[in-house]
């Protein structure tokens, strides 16, 4: 599942960032208020969290922003401040949740994941299919022709990136910001070393295979069409 983080102060943003990726999410972080909010405009995503306090558009004005174009997507809101006025305020607007800082990433985490399973979005999936292949997005579990399939944080994001983006040709820059969050350094094989191990565990012993290397140009998982 994919989340958007938008806060200014680096270690928390990084902070959340690092935890939130190591539980298997694909996160964006972006710092500043107009950012946050282009994102959330442009990008679907299955939980936006939230800061009240931002450089240039502050939380208000992006969750009454996207609740006016009619959004759900559920928010989290991030606050220094503990006052009854400000969390009545978030709720009125729309937000799902509101956490006061400092606070503890494992109540973060439990919350996060408590929004999800609410199914806040309509349009949020927690199940991924292609062909036999299937992925449950909220127990992180994979399955091709019912046979149980384990992978680790980093390949179970990049496989649901790949699910996600069924039939198109993903380069290898776009995986390295979406799953490594990190600018693609073409003397790395990080990607290719995981879309080799990840191909192994999917589609070794199975028909039809589904994760193709397109020459050049990156990877694709794509199953034929049935005649």
């Given amino acids: 599942m994919k989340l958007l983080i ?3 102060e680096t270690k928390i943003g990084d902070y ?15 710092r500043t208020g107009l950012d946050g909010h282009h994102l959330a405009v442009t990008e679907p995503y299955d939980l936006i969290i939230l ?4 450089p240039d558009m502050d939380g208000w004005r992006i969750l009454k922003s996207l609740r006016e174009m009619g959004s759900k997507v559920p928010v989290l809101f991030l606050t220094a401040r503990d006052s009854v006025d400000e969390r009545v ?5 729309g937000a799902d949740d509101y956490l006061v800082k400092p606070f503890a990433f494992a109540e973060l985490l439990a919350r996060v ?11 949020t999936e927690t199940t991924l299919k292609v062909a036999d292949l299937e992925l449950d997005l909220m127990r992180r579990r994979v399955t091709r022709a019912g046979h149980r399939i384990l ?35 073409s003397d790395t094989n990080v990607i290719d070393v ?21 020459r050049g140009m990156g990877y694709m998982l794509d199953a034929p069409d049935k005649d």
Avoid: Y
């Fill in 6 to 8: 938008v806060e200014d």
């Fill in 16 to 30: 959340l960032r690092q935890g939130l990726t190591e539980a298997g999410f694909v996160v964006n972080l972006a």
């Fill in 51 to 54: 800061d009240v306090m931002l």
């Fill in 89 to 93: 305020t978030g709720l009125e607007l």
């Fill in 113 to 123: 994941r408590t929004l999800l399973r609410r199914g806040t979005a309509p349009a």
């Fill in 151 to 185: 992978l680790t944080v980093k390949e179970f994001a990049l496989l649901e990136l790949l699910v996600r983006r069924q039939g198109e040709v993903l380069p290898r820059s776009l995986i390295a910001s979406q799953v490594w969050d990190m600018n693609f350094d």
């Fill in 194 to 214: 995981a879309i080799r191990r990840v191909r192994a565990k999917i589609d070794d012993g199975f028909e039809p295979k589904l994760i193709h290397t397109i």
